[in-house]
């Protein structure tokens, strides 16, 4: 029985390592100083309430929250066709267009964002929303591709023949058939490339202009800023978000196999 | 499959143009900037870049932070992989989940984390003073070993995850056939469960050494100006000199480093079998 | 040719440089029943996917009822087909799925439900209107499938190894089906299989393949009683296949002196037809075994190895011991090629 122990212990401290400083963070937002301690001074609410009313946390909130819709939306639009055509299709040069589409993955964000300020931006007079936005929707295009990839591959073809012989156009085939069983795919798709995008900081960090700022970037200058619990009870609540989206996916989809 | 390849053509390149355009292209460019020093092709920009004793401290704590973090992770996550995967299904999964929950969670939010815990008012110097191993707080944020857990932390899981699912492909009993033939639980390790799993050490060991040579919020928030790293120092470059030609020299060497680290470490696995 | 229904003209189908079927020339009757038999890998499951549409051919022309179909897509052609997995639509009920055809055709509700209620009663699926694929055993998947195609009244109905992956008993009871929903609608059938016994029982008449080659075409009888190749005699339990040559027998190692006179280029016997224990010919017993009705031996001779068969009452032959056998003339199968 003692390595039934052994392995407790192991997996308990690992898990102490990866989950409990949120556990600390969580506490540290409820201090009821001005300052980030632990253990807190006193427990109060007010720095988890102060975080609505910042001005600046709305903002990057919702520029987060575009970006990581629509951003997500158009990755699918583009990913969902080209991960059926390869799958499908014997279509040729298969490989490099499968590298190219997962090279954003490779590719370090940082260099992304400065590369798009400087060609797209500078020079072709692009909004730095705009540049977010393509930047955000290349980055999760390779997850889009891959989750819904896994889902067409589990999924046989003929089925799709079955219904052109009963007279689908091939288009018809794929919404009729094909969609409905892909569906979790897809949602798992979705969620996995909103949350990359809402998490992402090195690709935004240099396509940040005045007023537009993701939320993750806004945390990072606020916290150089200032070193009140506001950060500390604000990533609190964003791990809190986090973990119900994961725990719902994961319930309906079973969502940590596509990860 | 279908035969018609104009029409899958069609289907694929709206994605593979989107990302040749907005991203290879672009990179591309930058990273041929590097080359050029005053309008001319040139190599100067690396010479002058590598002359920099700051930059060589960055290049080398950088691939030495990134290899430590993939060789602990390795070592922890073989320990704990293989735990899980001698848990019941339910536990199993449950367990699973908790590993895989710290990925969905914003990196801002985790590694900021440890300012609490490692600040000089945080818990580790409350104990280090309470225990009164010192009177001061020490420093440990700030300092390579700060990035070191950051990092550690960040891509744990990913290593986890990797080794798991190689894992679940090892045949059920080959573990106790090596024991009962014999072997120790060292041999079990290095002549059975390594070679085993070594796909999947070898994609974990990418994704974590790829990931924190790569890092930029841990160093950024953990680190400061004071313990660089290549991401950081890029966005210093840029943002306090306006130094693209710098800027293009590090993306080179991060780029390059991904996609060697990648190959390397393939290589690596295929001579050992 | 002129009463052809379904009429394949100098087709020839690849998978990009690799030519599976080189030149197929086959014309079926309204109405038949044709079983497409052959080896594994032999083209079969080509030439239906290209009767279908599902692949262009690289020349060559398909008629279907007069028409040229060669180029026209598959939704369009009018053609069932029923696939080896089934391919069921896996989100949608049994009736759904059965009505997925009509729907499209968009026909109205009333005349759907009533068709669609008439196509599983008619495979006996009409309790199970209401269940998902997942749902179903294997025969009833295959039924549905079955029912999925038969509801578009298709002028052709392809079926891809209807009944291989179904047990004993169940093949036994869809061949049965099948047969009299042939009987029934009268629809034109081609079934793909690669057991003789299966095409034998059920096909008006046999198309045999071999390497994207038709060997023979002919009425079961034709083809279980006069195969015409040495392949087709091979196929059909004609075990004894030997090389002739005027009145000699040409063996692996040695010939041999035959009884008597031959022209053809083969002679081929059945077990059953090879005299034992008189003649000119002796051998090793290597092998024995008891089947019902008759004792099986496999003979080591000098010509190669010889299967033959005895009535279960004569006196039997042990393994290792010697046997004298004969190839009579009068149950030899002359073959050509
Ligand atoms: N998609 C494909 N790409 C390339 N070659 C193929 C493809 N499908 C089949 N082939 C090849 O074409 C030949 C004929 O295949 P086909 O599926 O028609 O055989 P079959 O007679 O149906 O065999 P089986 O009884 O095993 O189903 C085989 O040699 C096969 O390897
Ligand atoms: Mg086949």
Redesign the interface.
Known sequence: MSSKW???I??GI??T???G??L??IL?GLSAGD????PPDGISLKWYLKVFTVESFRASFALSMFLAVFGTIAALI??I??A???S?????Y?E??KT??A??I???????G???L???VVPLGFTVTLALF??H??LV?PYA?RVVSSSLNNL????E??????????I?AFM??VL??IQSGVLAAFILGF?TS??Q??VS??LSGPGVRTL?ID??SY?EMTYDPS??A???L??FL??I??FVA?KFLGF?RY? | MFQNNREGLALALPAAVFTAILFLLPIGMLLSEAFQVDGHWSLRGYLDFASKPLNQTVFWRSLKLAGLVAMTSAVIGYACAFCIINLDGKNRGRIFGLIVLPLMISPVARTYAWIVILGRTGIVNDAIIGLGLSDTPIRILFTETAVFIGLLQLFLPLMIISLISSMENLPKDVIAASRVLGASWLQVFTKVILPLTKDGLVLGGTLVFTGSLTAYITPAILGGSKVLMLETLLYQRVNVANDFVSAGVIATILIVMSFGANILLKRIAAIRS | MSNAFVSLQKLSLAYGSNIVVPELDLDIVEGELIALLGPSGCGKTTTMRAIAGLMAPQSGRIYIDGIDMTRMPANKRGIGLVFQSYALFPHLTTFENAAFGLRLKKLPQAEITQIVERGLRAVGLDRLADRKPAEMSGGQQQRLSLARSLVMQPKVLLLDEPLSNLDARLRLEMRAELQRVQKETGITMVFVTHDQSEALALADRIVLMNNGIIEQIGTPDELYGAPKTKFAADFFGFENIFEVEGNTIKGAAQSLPLGFESTSKYLAWRPGAIDVGVGNFSGIVRGSAFAGEQREYIIESKIGQVHAATPAADPSYKIGEEIVFDFPQDHSLPLAR
């Open positions: 052994t392995s407790r192991i997996i690992t898990l390592f990866l989950i400083p949120f600390i963070i540290a300052f980030m301690t632990f583009l990913g066709p080209a059926y055509a390869i499908r299709y014997d279509i040729p298969a490099t267009i190219i589409v090279a954003p490779i590719v370090p964000g940082i260099i992304v400065l590369a798009l400087r060609y797209l393509l930047a929707t290349a295009l591709v046989r073809g003929d089925m023949e079955a219904a052109v012989l009963l007279g689908c156009s091939r018809g009729r058939v409905p069983n949350v809402f998490n900081v090195p960090l240099f993750p945390m990072l916290m950060v500390a604000l990533s609190a964003l791990a986090s973990v989206i994961v994961e940590s990860v």
